[in-house]
């Protein structure tokens, strides 16, 4: 175990993350723009080629001019990672997380999102009660931290389901209520999507998983080769719907099906869809036990 981070490391993250926030907003990662572009290349539907080419377009905008890649900041969601080694604070990294949201909030400055359920009250922070969501893992055999930031978009989060399927419906059950998720949801989420699949779980694990599947570099299949089978399966027949880009008709209603599993109970067959815009916003924050800061996605 190394020394216990000193003070102002903490500060030097908060003023990271409000960095690594802007560039999540304006900064679209590769392996999104490389599954746009295929997308356009293999569209055969007129009205589809066309709304790829304007969402391409809109991309090559905010890179030029330095804007949002869309205006809708979303809630923020942060996924941290700390290794077993890393001496960090988890404390100081959640207050560190949500000062440096707030101040990319103020300095940028950026539309805040996120208001009071109750009151509907907007502090114009992109903070409040519980938010940013944070969600923690520890990791065996690191001594850094990760974070990932996913700015979520109401268009796409509005599209979101779960159900607790019997064991009996198995999975072919699981593939009609995911298929079935996608297509109900038309335009609204903003396709071509990335389509986050939780499996399994308890119902909490279930939901988070499917959040944490659309965080996956697009295309990049589950590791295991039933579940990565599963997932070009979805694929193909979500994309054989013809529902296509914004709804409008096409081949590309989704550029990717991610699915995350958890073992579950005997009598339980939990499933989760979380769908991702194509404004499918990421970015990467990794502190090392040398004290650099690496920005990414
Ligand atoms: S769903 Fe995504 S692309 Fe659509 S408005 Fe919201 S953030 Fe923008």
């Known amino acids: 175990?190394?020394?216990?981070?000193?003070?102002?490391?903490?500060?030097?993250?908060?003023?990271?993350?409000?960095?690594?926030?802007?560039?999540?907003?304006?900064?679209?990662?590769?392996?999104?723009?490389?599954?746009?572009?295929?997308?356009?290349?293999?569209?055969?539907?007129?009205?589809?080629?066309?709304?790829?080419?304007?969402?391409?377009?809109?991309?090559?905008?905010?890179?030029?001019?330095?804007?949002?890649?869309?205006?809708?900041?979303?809630?923020?969601?942060?996924?941290?990672?700390m290794g077993e080694y890393c001496n960090a604070n988890p404390v100081a990294i959640e207050r560190a997380i949500r000062q440096g949201t707030e101040e990319a909030t103020a300095s940028h400055p950026l539309r805040s999102s996120v208001v009071s359920p109750i009151t509907r009250q907007n502090n114009q922070?992109?903070?409040?009660?519980?938010?940013?969501?944070?969600?923690?893992?520890?990791?065996?055999?690191?001594?850094?931290?990760?974070?990932?930031?996913?700015?979520?978009?109401?268009?796409?989060e509005n599209m979101t389901y779960f159900r607790m399927l019997l064991p009996a419906d198995g999975v072919k059950g699981i593939k009609r209520f995911v298929v079935e998720s996608v297509i109900g949801s038309g335009g609204n989420p903003c396709p071509p999507v990335i389509v986050g699949v939780g499996i399994g779980g308890s119902s909490d694990l279930c939901m988070l998983l499917a959040k944490k599947a659309i965080i996956r570099p697009c295309g990049e299949a589950n590791p295991d080769p039933e579940v990565a089978h599963l997932e070009t399966d979805l694929l193909q027949a979500i994309n054989a719907?013809?529902?296509?880009?914004?709804?409008?008709?096409?081949?590309?209603?989704?550029?990717?099906?991610?699915?995350?599993?958890?073992?579950?109970?005997?009598?339980?067959?939990?499933?989760?869809?979380?769908?991702?815009?194509?404004?499918?916003?990421?970015?990467?924050l990794i502190i090392d036990a040398d004290d650099n800061f690496v920005l990414g996605f």
Request: charged share 25%; net charge neutral.
């Open 1 to 81: 175990m190394g020394q216990s981070w000193p003070r102002d490391r903490y500060e030097k993250m908060a003023d990271a993350v409000a960095k690594l926030y802007v560039k999540a907003l304006k900064d679209m990662p590769p392996d999104v723009r490389i599954a746009l572009d295929k997308a356009v290349q293999r569209e055969t539907v007129p009205v589809g080629k066309t709304i790829l080419g304007t969402i391409q377009r809109n991309i090559g905008a905010a890179d030029r001019e330095d804007l949002l890649i869309c205006q809708d900041t979303g809630t923020p969601v942060y996924f941290v990672q």
């Open 241 to 284: 719907s013809g529902l296509g880009p914004m709804g409008l008709g096409g081949i590309n209603t989704a550029l990717a099906v991610h699915v995350e599993h958890a073992a579950t109970h005997i009598s339980q067959n939990p499933v989760a869809v979380n769908i991702q815009c194509w404004a499918a916003r990421r970015g990467r």
């Open 125 to 156: 922070t992109n903070t409040g009660y519980r938010v940013p969501v944070i969600h923690w893992e520890f990791i065996e055999d690191r001594d850094d931290v990760e974070i990932v930031v996913v700015p979520k978009g109401s268009g796409s």
